[in-house]
């Protein structure tokens, strides 16, 4: 039976987050995806802007992690903290988890969602952890951290476990649909493979991300024309809030 499990984090002061990530069990592996949206939101949970092309999905030899909430880390990129802590990638998918959640910042720890995924003894499992929530696991189905009713539909008339092609599809087209109606969600969408006793495989955008390694880096690529944050109000009311946020 394929079962959805919402994420939900409450976010706080200015932050960076948004994003659509979901993982599928397939019959020949496991697929996960996200889109690649960091949205900045002031002290009332208001988003100002966005920008596109960012990771929130990280893998290395063991289990893969995908990150939704709030994906700054005291003001670093979180692609940059786990650059630095790339042991936290090497633990099984039902332990992953709680290892990133020991080593992130408290305020992190309580305004992320993630979900993991790798084989354990050969056989494939999807893991989740909220910040208010305990770690839940499945060996079937989907764990997404949005309720979305096109790929719930999609995938349940299969009547079947999907094939690693089809889930691809399926990932694409509902993160595409919903960023329609989302403005938190969009971008290029990431798209990863995982098989048995093989090397994780992107089917689409792998995002390495900028050498940035802060978010205020981020904004100060921005100011110098490097970089596009778009504006969700007036360009000046953008620049207020991250003059307010990162300081010229």
Same mark, same amino acid.
């Given at each position: 039976?394929?079962?959805?499990?919402?994420?939900?984090?409450?976010?706080?002061?200015?932050?960076?987050?948004?994003?659509?990530?979901?993982?599928?069990?397939?019959?020949?592996?496991?697929?996960?995806?996200?889109?690649?949206?960091?949205? /900045?939101?002031?002290?009332?949970?208001? #988003? /100002?802007?966005?920008?596109?092309?960012? #990771?929130?999905?990280?893998? +290395?030899?063991?289990?893969?992690?995908?990150?939704?909430?709030?994906?700054?880390?005291?003001? +670093?990129?979180?692609?940059?903290?786990?650059?630095?802590?790339? /042991?936290?990638?090497?633990?099984?998918?039902? +332990?992953?988890?709680?290892?990133?959640?020991?080593?992130?910042?408290?305020?992190?720890?309580?305004?992320?969602?993630?979900?993991?995924?790798?084989?354990?003894?050969?056989?494939?499992?999807?893991?989740?952890?909220?910040?208010?929530? !305990?770690?839940?696991?499945?060996?079937?189905?989907?764990?997404?951290?949005?309720?979305?009713?096109?790929?719930?539909?999609?995938?349940?008339?299969?009547?079947?476990?999907?094939?690693?092609?089809?889930?691809?599809?399926?990932?694409?087209?509902?993160?595409?649909?919903?960023?329609?109606?989302?403005?938190?969600?969009?971008?290029?969408?990431?798209?990863?493979?995982?098989?048995?006793?093989?090397? !994780?495989?992107?089917?689409?955008?792998?995002?390495?991300?900028?050498?940035?390694?802060?978010?205020?880096?981020?904004?100060?690529?921005?100011? #110098?024309?490097?970089?596009?944050?778009? !504006?969700?109000?007036?360009?000046?009311?953008?620049?207020?809030?991250?003059?307010? #946020?990162?300081?010229?």
């Amino acid at each position: 039976m394929l079962l959805p499990l919402v994420l939900i984090a409450v976010l706080s002061g200015y932050q960076y987050g948004g994003t659509f990530v979901a993982a599928v069990v397939c019959e020949d592996g496991i697929v996960v995806a996200s889109d690649s949206r960091m949205t /900045f939101t002031d002290e009332a949970g208001r #988003a /100002f802007g966005y920008v596109d092309g960012f #990771a929130k999905i990280y893998v +290395e030899r063991g289990a893969a992690v995908a990150i939704t909430g709030s994906i700054g880390v005291e003001g +670093e990129l979180f692609s940059s903290f786990v650059n630095r802590n790339r /042991f936290l990638l090497e633990r099984p998918v039902n +332990e992953i988890l709680f290892g990133f959640g020991l080593y992130l910042p408290f305020a992190n720890s309580n305004n992320v969602g993630m979900i993991s995924a790798g084989f354990v003894d050969g056989k494939p499992m999807i893991c989740s952890k909220a910040p208010v929530l !305990p770690q839940t696991c499945l060996n079937s189905g989907y764990m997404s951290n949005k309720d979305s009713a096109l790929l719930r539909d999609t995938l349940m008339k299969l009547g079947r476990a999907p094939t690693t092609e089809e889930a691809a599809s399926a990932l694409k087209i509902a993160i595409e649909e919903y960023s329609r109606s989302d403005l938190a969600i969009g971008g290029p969408i990431s798209i990863l493979k995982l098989t048995n006793n093989s090397a !994780p495989e992107w089917l689409a955008n792998s995002f390495l991300n900028s050498s940035s390694s802060q978010i205020c880096d981020v904004v100060r690529e921005y100011r #110098a024309g490097r970089q596009r944050i778009m !504006p969700l109000g007036t360009a000046a009311d953008l620049d207020r809030h991250l003059d307010a #946020a990162c300081s010229k």
